[in-house]
């Protein structure tokens, strides 16, 4: 059968561990995709590193907001093309394609051609934008009258996609008369660079290989696709170095022997130094036939391929100091960046994209505090301290002075104009969002505390503001969306998109300071939203957050079945599958999917251990810290 298979590596370690380095690969590796098939959307992946680039003149526009114009960086009509470029700019670009070409036709996805094996091994190499294939195959060699022969590779480059999650993934093919490619050297039967240009973007592909000589010719017709063809029949495989970068590599980085060491070296800290869970026991010690041990044992296994697979693609779409957006390094998006008010789409320079809801959404601002707290917890020391001082002053600094005084009620309130969580509401008419105002104290708590660590006071403003923030709106015994909502429960357009009040008693921990949440009206709400909201048309970290919640009000079962939801998909790949909202993949339903599973298997602050449903009894976890 014609397959492709994904292979997770994983070396033994000596590092003492409750789940041995050698279980911890046997349960990894029986998770391997294998695929019969090709996908236009999801590819099988290796890690890679992309590039980037910026501009100025941009005015936005002024929205009414606490008695006073403020500037936001929208759409301007009257500057459409340079709100455009802001965009689309500076974006990831596709680096190539490289494939395989037949004498006849070409094969995409199959590794067997007329009934000959071709065997390809592919390693990337972890300190560069190194890609090392080895192929191994009679069909190498040149193709003679009537026989076999004639494999060859080919090697395309796209024109720069502008547009925001395009698929199948990054670059434009067809728009060949706007970018520029050059056979820059071909000074040995062994080696080859090919310039490619565009704009003010210029990068080389410096190709060496080992196994036979060989010949880079091209483009074909129309194309910017060039052909590495065989010139000499060899016995030995051939080794291919790949290697892009701003200037002509003149070293081959490794051979396929040396290389594929590194590589592993690299999966087996982040394998076996890493927190695990482990279900197999579960799934063995439900292998009678009762509908309920059947049950279990469906639920064990699949949510074990989400959990190894989440890990794996999460470290393959990872790049470096400036991480991708929701869609991670399979088509182009946005991305989150810091600054004094946290942007919703910015760019490498801090700099957010034109948008009404980019400059008005506001539930990011205590992000550095959340992620701050949680390196806390694991590296207590001077060096987190100083680590983050300077972003949570910054951060705490601006949400303290959003914070609008108001006289009559005595409270500070989160005023429009904004846009919460759900991103669905008249941000004219949005006031004291549940989600916010408890993420807000939050995060001036956690603000707070930083400067105590550090033998420092906190500022007047801070705890001011902490202190007196408007109370969580209630409607019907329930936590609404914001302050005078209409028709909470019973209009469809309330029940829609995240439903993130569930985050105040899930995500978030109860609040240290202020007045306590109340857990009759925890559970009306936690009620409603599974009987009410609209979860079928429910996207991303929806149901995470919802498991979160589900666990922290002691329903273990149902937070399970929120994380195995017929919604919440995950395909034979592991790709988190975006729906009819947002694009595939859809990569916080991973990340969000990890952090439910780690309070499941950790416990958080008060209630520290496993947290499974009655029946996953042998449930196996090692290197959690407890949620706060």
Not at 271 to 292: E, Y
């Amino acid at each position: 059968m014609r397959h492709l298979t994904y292979l997770i590596l994983l070396l033994p370690c000596l590092a003492e561990a409750k789940i041995s380095a050698r279980r911890r690969q046997k349960v990894v590796q029986a998770y391997n995709p294998r695929r019969n098939a090709s996908s236009d959307s999801t590819p099988l992946r290796v890690p890679t590193t992309p590039n980037q680039t910026s501009i100025d003149d941009f005015t936005g526009l002024q929205w009414w907001t606490h008695d006073r114009l403020v500037s936001y960086t929208q759409h301007n009509p009257v500057q459409n093309d340079i709100s455009q470029w802001l965009i689309q700019n500076p974006q990831r670009i596709n680096l190539g394609n490289i494939g395989f070409t037949f004498p006849d036709r070409v094969l995409r996805s199959s590794f067997v051609y007329k009934g000959v094996p071709v065997s390809v091994k592919t390693a990337v190499d972890p300190d560069s934008d190194t890609v090392l294939m080895e192929v191994d195959s009679r069909l190498l060699q040149p193709r003679s009258p009537g026989g076999d022969g004639g494999l060859g590779l080919f090697f395309d480059f796209p024109f720069s996609d502008r547009n925001k999650c395009d698929a199948p993934f990054l670059g434009v093919w067809n728009a060949t008369d706007k970018h520029m490619t050059v056979l820059q050297r071909q000074t040995s039967p062994y080696s080859a660079v090919i310039q490619h240009s565009f704009g003010q973007t210029t990068y080389f592909l410096t190709l060496k290989w080992e196994g036979g000589e060989g010949k880079v010719t091209g483009p074909a017709e129309g194309t910017h696709r060039r052909l590495r063809l065989t010139a000499t029949f060899s016995p030995e495989p051939l080794e291919l170095d790949a290697t892009t970068n701003a200037s002509i590599s003149t070293t081959m980085t490794a051979s396929f022997t040396r290389l594929p060491a590194r590589t592993q070296i690299w999966w087996n800290t982040y394998w076996i130094t890493g927190a695990f869970v482990n279900l197999p026991r579960v799934i063995r010690s439900k292998s009678s036939s009762s509908p309920t041990s059947t049950n279990i044992t469906t639920s064990a296994t699949e949510l074990q391929r989400r959990i190894l697979l989440s890990l794996y693609l999460l470290a393959v779409n990872h790049a470096s100091s400036l991480p991708p957006q929701e869609s991670g390094l399979v088509n182009n998006g946005y991305r989150d960046i810091r600054e004094t008010r946290w942007g919703k789409m910015t760019d490498p320079t801090g700099r957010s994209a034109p948008g009404e809801i980019n400059s008005l959404l506001i539930w990011q601002q205590p992000h550095p505090m959340f992620f701050a707290e949680t390196e806390w917890r694991g590296f207590p020391n001077g060096i987190t301290l100083e680590k983050w001082d300077e972003v949570i002053t910054a951060t705490g600094d601006f949400m303290a002075s959003y914070a609008w005084f108001n006289e009559l009620t005595g409270y500070y309130d989160l005023r429009p104009p904004m846009y919460p969580v759900s991103e669905n509401t008249n941000p004219n008419n949005t006031i004291n969002p549940t989600f916010e105002l408890a993420y807000w104290r939050f995060g001036l708590d956690v603000a707070c505390r930083w400067r105590q660590r550090q033998n420092k006071t906190a500022p007047e403003s801070w705890t001011r503001v902490r202190d007196n923030l408007a109370p969580l709106p209630v409607v019907d015994v329930t936590y609404a969306i914001y302050e005078g909502i209409p028709d909470m429960w019973t209009d469809n357009k309330t029940t829609n998109d995240h439903p993130a009040m569930a985050g105040i008693y899930g995500l978030l921990p109860p609040l240290a300071s202020g007045p306590s949440l109340d857990m009759g009206v925890l559970k009306k709400m936690a009620e409603n939203i599974k009987r009410y909201w609209a979860l079928e048309e429910s996207y991303g970290w929806d149901f995470s957050m919802l498991a979160m919640n589900a666990l922290r009000l002691g329903d273990a079962k149902q937070a399970v079945e929120y994380l195995l939801h017929p919604i919440f998909q995950f395909d034979d790949a592991g790709y988190p599958v975006g729906g009819s909202r947002v694009p595939t993949p859809y990569f916080p339903n991973s990340a969000s999917l990890l952090l439910a599973v780690a309070m499941m298997a950790g416990g958080w602050d008060g209630n520290e251990g496993k947290r499974f449903p009655e029946g996953w009894e042998g449930v196996e976890v090692d290197g959690f810290v407890p949620a706060m």
